[in-house]
């Protein structure tokens, strides 16, 4: 049998975004912020503007899951980012930032806005946008979902082959 991960039509725009993400990253560290991460940043800048939140909440928020974003909480938890707490019922925990957190903010949305800034920049140099390949995507998965051609592509045999 093949290796199948030899072949990854995507790879290349993964490892591409790791990329952008971590030069993001070197922001953080010439400043020497520890334990922030890119992936944070949208909910660390929600909880600032909106206040504490339940997970739930949060989630709905920045448009992910639950278990998603409960895995997310942890670990911004740990590296000392947000706090948890009790919330409105027992099942609930209620997300805010810690001061260290919050004295990040400003940067947070420097950063944001100079990220945002920095893509238009680059999205100007090319012969078309890489947000337009994405809005054209989502309308193709509208008409067929992923799941839809993913299992048929299983049915007719052609991923196991």
């Not at 339940?54 to 909480?73: D, N, W, Y």
């Not at 001061?99 to 940067?107: I, N, S, V």
């Amino acid at each position: 049998m093949d290796d199948p991960t030899e072949q990854s039509q995507w790879r290349a725009l993964h490892q591409l975004l790791g990329h952008i993400d971590g030069e993001i990253g070197r922001v953080y560290t010439d400043r020497d912020i520890q334990g922030l991460k890119p992936t944070y940043v949208m909910e660390l800048l929600r909880l600032h503007l909106k206040g504490p939140m339940t997970i739930t909440e949060l989630a709905e928020s920045v448009g992910r899951t639950h278990s998603a974003l409960s895995q997310k909480v942890a670990a911004m938890r740990t590296a000392g980012l947000v706090r948890t707490e009790p919330g409105p019922d027992a099942r609930a925990k209620l997300v805010a930032l810690t001061p260290k957190a919050e004295e990040l903010a400003g940067l947070l949305a420097a950063e944001w806005r100079a990220t945002e800034a920095a893509i238009a920049e680059l999205e100007a140099e090319l012969p078309y946008k890489m947000s337009q390949v994405v809005q054209d995507i989502e309308q193709a998965l509208k008409r067929k979902s992923f799941y839809d051609r993913v299992t048929e592509k299983l049915a007719q045999g052609e991923a196991t082959e």
